[in-house]
């Protein structure tokens, strides 16, 4: 799952190491303290961050900004439901932030609350119906939904926004797969491997097709450049003593 600012990864960190960050003091003033928070966070020092902006918050409880910004730390650190909770109170003092909206999605989908997720990527297309990951993001729950006719409406609709954009042509060859939709599938690999050569799991995702209509001989092709292209690739459920023969 992909956020705007970035499935979508997970080092759990205790609270207790959040007390530990920064030096605070009562004199500091509170934008101050929210721009340290900036800097240590774009530095990618999210433990030392989520202290100053806590502490801009004891003084500026209603900047929707900086519940954003403690949500995005919290989303590095995977600290999912954290990240839910400032994202969420970002959007109940501002409703229109597109990517508080997004992340909020993300994290969703990240802790498995497809409903809730898609529905926050519906709110998100409200808000910028043109935005094609909002579309495909939402896809990809309906899939994980088993909503497949859903799916297919927002891949359909992403290939018509952009067709030059591998993963929409990938994802929905995923679901045709599930559908057992095989020469369907083929075609939308296809697309994507030709417009990205170097698509390791596209062309793992095709031999699979392959194998599964029996041309066994285009799957092990399919099979070897998928490997070729990247070492950790696995294939699921298939044997490969069966297929070279």
């Known amino acids: 799952m992909q956020k705007t600012t970035g ?19 009562g004199a500091d003033n509170p934008e101050v303290t929210f ?25 500026l409880p209603n900047r929707p900004e900086i519940h954003f910004r403690r949500g995005l730390c919290y989303e590095n650190l995977n600290l999912d439901e954290k990240a839910l909770e400032d994202y969420t109170q970002c959007l109940e003092l501002d409703p229109e932030h597109i990517d508080a909206v997004n992340n909020k999605g993300v994290v969703l989908a990240r802790m498995g609350r497809y409903e809730d997720a898609a529905a926050t990527f519906s709110a998100l297309i409200r808000l910028q119906p043109d ?32 067709p030059n954009d591998v993963n929409n042509w990938f994802q929905r060859g995923n679901v ?11 075609a939308d690999f296809d697309k994507a491997i030709n417009a990205d050569p170097d698509f390791a799991k596209a062309w793992m995702n095709r031999g699979v097709a392959h194998f599964g209509l029996d041309e ?20 699921p459920g298939i044997d490969l003593s069966l297929i070279h023969i």
Not at 38 to 53: I, K, M, T
Request: aromatic share 8%; charged share 25%.
């Open 7 to 25: 499935r979508i990864s997970v080092l759990w960190l205790g609270l207790s190491m959040f007390t530990l960050a920064g030096c605070m003091t």
């Open 35 to 59: 721009e340290r928070g900036n800097l240590l966070s774009e530095r990618g020092q999210f433990v030392e961050a989520v202290p100053h902006y806590t502490k801009a918050l004891e003084a």
């Open 131 to 162: 935005s094609v990951l909002a579309i495909r993001n939402r896809g990809l729950c309906y899939h994980d939904l088993e909503r497949f006719d859903m799916a297919l409406k927002d891949y359909n609709l992403a290939i018509t926004m952009a």
């Open 176 to 186: 045709y797969l599930e559908q057992g939709m095989l020469p369907e599938a083929i």
């Open 216 to 235: 066994r001989k285009a799957a092990v092709k399919d099979f070897e450049r998928a490997q070729e292209l990247d070492s950790n690739i696995i294939l």
